[in-house]
């Protein structure tokens, strides 16, 4: 149960934004330590000098704040933008991955669970699409996917064959210096295809549909 009465602080990534009331907005985070968490932004769509006005989708910040003492909503005293992700919205291919990727994050976390390795490979991902006229598709959402399997403890016992690509694409989603695998495009293909089945019909996660162009 969180303290309400002490101050928490993290780093988070924003994953959507959500007009509450006239004036307030919340905002949809994934933290390394304290998995999804959400913030309402009090008065920041009538003052646009707001301390908090700057903060949008593909940020990284780091954020001090109340925990909430009832509800999911908690209170934010103190933001930082220590990455901001805009090169995203420069390519549709790019924007719409990023868009899937909040989307896989929204659905398969929740609060008070840490996930510092898929805060990781998010922070990477958006790195990646910011600074890539186009970036592809698979490579990135599945290096995602495979952490978020592995940290939550999912991934089965596979071949040698299946773990060597798998092992290097959990690598790839965790090292913002390693080069995309060099597999053909029917290797992508099935490694997508295994992977729809296995979270179908052996995980509680969601995959979002649509968005996914190469698959």
């Known amino acids: 149960m969180n303290d309400s009465t002490q101050f928490h602080s993290t780093e988070a990534l924003v994953l959507r934004k959500t007009e509450y009331s006239e004036s307030s907005l919340i905002i949809a985070t994934l933290t390394p330590d304290y998995g999804q968490l959400h913030f309402i932004l009090k008065g920041v769509r009538k003052n646009r000098n707001n ?18 003492h009832r509800g999911d909503l908690n209170t934010p005293c103190e933001t930082e933008c220590l990455e901001s ?27 008070n669970i840490p996930a510092p390795k898929l805060f990781q490979a998010l922070d990477i991902a958006y790195s990646r699409l910011a600074s890539s006229d186009e970036f592809p598709q698979l490579p990135l959402l599945l290096s995602v996917c ?9 991934l089965p016992e596979y071949s040698e064959h299946e773990k060597q690509h798998i092992d290097y694409l959990i690598e790839f989603a965790l090292d913002s210096t390693a080069a995309i695998p060099d597999y053909p495009d029917t290797v992508w293909k099935s490694l997508w295809s295994w992977l729809e089945r296995f979270v179908r019909d052996h995980t509680d996660l969601v995959l979002p549909t649509g968005g996914v162009a190469d698959s």
């Open 146 to 154: 495979f952490v978020t399997l592995m940290e939550s403890g999912l």
């Open 51 to 68: 301390k908090f006005s700057a903060i949008d989708l593909f940020h990284r910040l780091d954020v001090e704040y109340k925990p909430a």
């Open 85 to 111: 992700y805009v090169g995203i919205a420069a390519n549709t291919t790019n924007f719409r991955s990023a868009v899937w990727l909040n989307q896989f994050v929204l659905r398969n976390t929740k609060a």
